[in-house]
């Protein structure tokens, strides 16, 4: 039985939780409170598993996995149906490169450690916070929506007919975007995009809202 | 031929000249200078390129691809000798992981337009942004030697005796924290690793010094 320790608002686990659905793989849902304790993912007991303390971790069977878009990848590789990458070597790149731009560029920029820092060390306010976070947010979405919009490549979902690895990072970052009041409104492709995979059920039930330690 | 646009000190390209000097592939090296006119990386003609103006950008014929990991596995994909991965999918996520650590959580909160935004909007001192410098890189660096010390898969280099994908993040991240005065003491797994791989000639001329464009 695979185990995901999860926290229903990480981007980063609401990521490997759609891969999960999409390839119709059950899990143990473990939740990591972030904000409890002290935040549950400093414990020794987690960081054993997770040495930086980030969520998520997937546990299979003895080993423990770390880091999302190396656990989406570890699951396509033992459970290759559905893909979730393409066949090409030039649109694995693609496909990769958008979740990177996002995975890598985006998010950690704006991690609670992140926010959490700013304010214990430059005082930073929660409006000065809220800005940092949509500067960051705005510019790489905004390269995302460029990548999206100028390739014929792009589809219905970010590659072609069918969900794959770009779109389990897209969505949560557009959750998130929209959660810091993020004005997507010059960003018409990645809105359509995330309106056709918010509709399939493997999104929608990996939702914040959907997971057993939501609030 | 493959053009790499590429800047000396950037940790990002410098991964990906490792990767292409492991696998004895020639490249022209095309330099784009992140601090001079405004950045070069901003210009139409670049963004054209990499939408969110980072480097590397790899063209390989009519295609351009971005992000230092998704460029790497494509390499890997087109030119599979010799392997920069393992053969396991848990080893495989396990080197990609360690890849992850440095490529997501450490190198993207100290670019160089991070660094900028604390000047800019919290009047961040040099001081203070050394600070911020270190204590990313130290946070991430620990993760990354528990992940090396604790596993018996890690030999001569990060996964067994061959340099690969997690040894192509370390090498220019460990330049960094060297260039900024983070104290390695307390790891000795790291600082024996990226010993090993820099007396390779793939390493060694991949380094920031050796470049056309160095200052």
Known sequence: MLKLYTYFRSSAAYRVRIALNLKGLHYEAVPVHLLKEGGQQN????????PLGTVPTLEDGAGAHTQSLAIIEYLEELHPLPPLL???????????????????????????RVLQYLGREFGATQAQKDAWYRHWVM??????????????????????????????????????????????????TIRRIVDACEALPAFANAAPAQQPDAE
């Open 43 to 50: 414990q020794p007991a987690y960081r054993a598993k997770s």
């Open 139 to 188: 510019a790489g979405l905004q390269a995302v929506e460029q990548m999206l919009a100028d390739d014929p490549a792009t589809g219905r979902y970010c590659h072609g007919e069918r969900p794959g690895l770009a779109d389990c990072s897209l969505v949560p970052q557009v959750f998130n975007a929209r959660r810091f009041d993020c004005p997507l409104d010059d960003m018409p």
């Open 86 to 112: 393409p066949v090409s070597a030039e649109a694995r790149a693609r496909v990769r490169a958008i979740a990177q731009t996002i995975a890598c560029d985006i998010h950690p920029v704006n991690n609670l």
